[in-house]
């Protein structure tokens, strides 16, 4: 069965940086686009960006462009975000999400990691 | 931007009772483009409905989306103990590509 398992809680003080992983398993990771999402408290989901793992560029919503970076490694079925100059407001619940195709587009999320944590504190 | 309205904010209501939650659009949303999620306290999302109408793999019939335009609804038609959650709409468009309302707690007493 479809799997996707995150990184742990991260604690990062403004400014700083963090990467935040997830590795796929039980389908081939090249067939599906995945997408992060993250979750302030008490709010709603927000969208971050989406990667394809067979590759060319990352698509990143314009309220994170230029903070936010999307890697995959094929060879370990992985994906990664990297979210940089963080600030307080960038508390949140981040997730990977498979993206599931509908209608030519492919931004439906099916299923989702567990979670990670972050917390922006000095 | 295509904003969501979702209303009500919260549904309190007895099992077996049928839930009728309503999304609608700043704009047109295509129908292919409208899903639901439901999120219980500490979980990921789930996806519950795409394409406005499509039941995602494993979800019960008691769950049905329609609606075209700029205006969605997620009915479940009998409602279960399990059913108590927060429920969110999401559109998939032009930047930021993707959008989700600010979702309906339903609450089962």
Not at chain 1, 66 to 77: E, F, H, I, L
Not at chain 2, 35 to 62: E, H, M
């Amino acid at each position: 069965q479809v799997h996707l398992v995150q990184s742990g809680a991260e604690v990062k003080k403004p400014g700083a940086s963090v990467r935040v992983s997830c590795k796929a398993s039980g389908y081939t990771f090249t067939n599906y686009y995945m997408h992060w999402v993250r979750q302030a408290p008490g709010q709603g989901p927000e969208w971050m960006g989406i990667i394809n793992p067979s590759g060319g560029s990352p698509s990143y919503a314009q309220t994170f462009q230029g903070r936010v970076t999307m890697t995959r490694d094929t060879s370990t079925s992985t994906v990664y975000m990297e979210l940089s100059s963080l600030r307080f407001e960038d508390t949140a619940v981040y997730y990977c999400a498979r993206g599931l195709c509908s209608g030519g587009s492919c931004f439906f999320f099916d299923f989702w990691g567990q979670g990670t944590r972050v917390t922006v504190s000095s | 931007e295509i904003v969501l309205t979702q209303s009500p904010g919260t549904l309190s209501l007895s099992p077996g009772e049928r839930a009728t939650l309503s999304c609608r659009a700043s704009q047109s949303v295509s129908s292919s483009y409208l899903g639901w999620y439901q999120q219980k306290p500490g979980q990921a999302p789930r996806l519950l409905i795409y394409g406005a109408s499509s039941r995602a793999t494993g979800v019960p019939d008691r769950f049905s989306g329609s609606g075209s335009g700029t205006d969605f609804t997620l009915t479940i038609s009998r409602l279960e103990p399990e059913d108590s959650a927060v429920y969110y709409c999401q559109q998939y468009g032009s930047s930021p590509k993707v959008t989700f309302g600010p979702g309906t707690q339903v609450d089962i007493k």
